[in-house]
């Protein structure tokens, strides 16, 4: 695809990027600059496709209106073209462990005598400074999960091991985190003329979503347990209840007033256990805690999930059905709001269904025009754009600079 090709829409038209990035958090963070207009470009290697194009749907999600070019970047003529595309980009997103663009000796520094005002994004598992024997590592989404603290508090409690949290959570985190940066990034590089560089670590994205998990941990030696079902380790309520339907819903019940509210849905009004004002009803408080969750269960499995949702939620309790990709389709909410969309994949040439651009813009909206392209679908037209010949096209074809 042409630029000149491309529709123009969204707050980001006009902008290039360019992403060097695999996997997941690279692509996305680059996406989410296409689906609001910005010309991205997916450099992808010579030596192999990106393992995603070979997952599923992932690679036609999650790079959603890219272009894309095969390079060799470490081919002398891979690498020309390199530095052409970063003299007329906004953005730099690449994905590699730490210090690799620099062994490759493409510093920030040498980056920015070829464009001053370019942002550049590094994201990797470790960052690019700090211990070298982290700085060099390999990371995927669970290795940022483990490392991070993030893990250990999640899943069932002891004896059970700790879980990761799918999918990719690590990688759509640093996604966010990364564009968000990219974007405040291009904002100071419009207004003064000079480019940044943002040093972002999977595995601190994932420490920085810890709340006060982590302030008790480092600063009164507070081990945040693993809960499961429970909003907490004191609390008598399993936040999550199976429904007579085996479908489970989730609430999150707390306050004088809710509390009051709940008790009388569930037949407890007048219980003397139940007399005095409470706020809470821990695990310790017990004929209280025993009732109310044993009230609870019974009203739960006298009902299904959708009746338990809509009770709650009419009397302003907070709850929602644990949902399934099936009752998701059919929802009413979701219908309404166009939560899900479908554009055309060219990979296997068909209309895919997913999860619209997210979020919704009222002045400038985003949109899909394309799924993620077929590996080296735009070599030549990225080529042609910066005044190759169709001559040099074919040569670099021959040399396996290019590939399709």
Known sequence: MKLTEMPVFGNMQGIRVIGTGTSIAGPVACSLFAEQGADVIQIES?????????????????????RTIA?????????????KLLATSDILIEGSKGGTWD???????????????????????YGQTGDPEYVSRASYDPIGQAFSGFMV??????????????PYTCDYITAIFASWAASVALFNANRTGKGESVDVAQYEVMVRIQADYLTNGLNYGIQAPRMGIYGND??????????????????????????????????????????????VINKSHGPRAEKIVKAMTDFCMAHSAEEVNDIL???????????????MARNSHYEARGTFTSWYDPIKDRELKGVNTIPFFKNNPSRIFRGGPVYGADND???????????????????EVLKK
């Open 46 to 66: 010579t030596k192999a496709p990106d393992l995603v194009r070979s997952i599923g749907d992932i690679w036609s999600v999650e790079h959603r209106n890219n």
């Open 381 to 399: 037209d990225i080529l042609e754009e910066l005044g190759y010949s169709a001559a040099d096209i074919d040569a670099m074809y021959e040399k």
């Open 313 to 327: 939620n009419e009397h302003q309790l907070p709850c929602s059905v644990i949902m399934t990709y099936e009752m």
């Open 71 to 83: 390079l060799n970047i470490r081919s002398a003529e891979g690498d020309e073209i390199l530095r």
């Open 103 to 125: 062994k490759w000796g493409l510093s920030d520094e040498a980056l920015w005598l070829i464009n001053p005002k370019l942002v550049i994004v590094h994201i990797s598992g």
């Open 234 to 279: 004191v609390v008598a309520l399993p936040n999550v209840q199976i429904c007579g339907d085996g479908n489970y819903v989730i609430t999150a019940i707390g306050g004088v007033r809710n509390f009051r509210i709940l008790e009388r849905l569930l037949g407890l009004e007048g219980d003397p256990d139940f007399a005095e004002p409470h706020a």
């Open 153 to 166: 508090t999640q899943g069932e409690p002891a004896p059970r091991p700790p879980v990761i949290i799918k």
